[in-house]
């Protein structure tokens, strides 16, 4: 297993428990709703899409019977993957601005990016 599908894999749960938390702690009342968007990001860019990463990382390069020829590309993007992540939930959490969300939404637009070209170039490359 290469480092980024530990990391993807790891961080994943990470993101899945903390998400959980969260909702929680808005059931009861105890977060203001300002962070219902982070508590589904949360979930859904921090747990399933992380977890997508580190299963595609190590699988497709398997179905096809080839190397996969970038780790050190994967694991960048994983890492500004939770990087953006983070920046968008405490954007919204905080209160910090459409500004601060909307850089580090960049991050995690670049961190999609590079995840559906490194995919498409270990699916036809």
């Known amino acids: 297993m290469i480092p980024a599908s530990r ?3 790891t961080t994943a749960l990470f993101w899945f ?5 969260a909702g929680l702690l808005l059931g009861l009342g105890v977060l203001p709703y300002t962070w ?8 859904l860019l ?3 899409s992380l977890m997508i990463y580190g299963v595609a990382y190590h699988a497709l390069p398997r179905f096809r019977g ?3 020829r970038r780790p050190g590309l994967a ?10 992540l983070l920046g968008m939930v405490l954007a919204w959490g905080l209160g910090l601005g459409r500004v601060v969300w909307g850089a580090f939404a960049g991050f ?3 961190a999609g990016l590079l995840f559906a070209w490194m995919a498409w170039e270990i699916l036809w490359g």
């Open 7 to 9: 990391l993807a894999l």
């Open 17 to 21: 428990v903390a998400a959980n938390l």
């Open 36 to 43: 219902r968007p982070a508590h589904a990001h949360m979930q």
């Open 46 to 48: 921090g747990f399933v």
């Open 66 to 68: 080839v190397v996969f």
């Open 75 to 84: 694991l960048l993007q994983v890492g500004l993957a939770n990087l953006g």
């Open 108 to 110: 995690s637009f670049a």
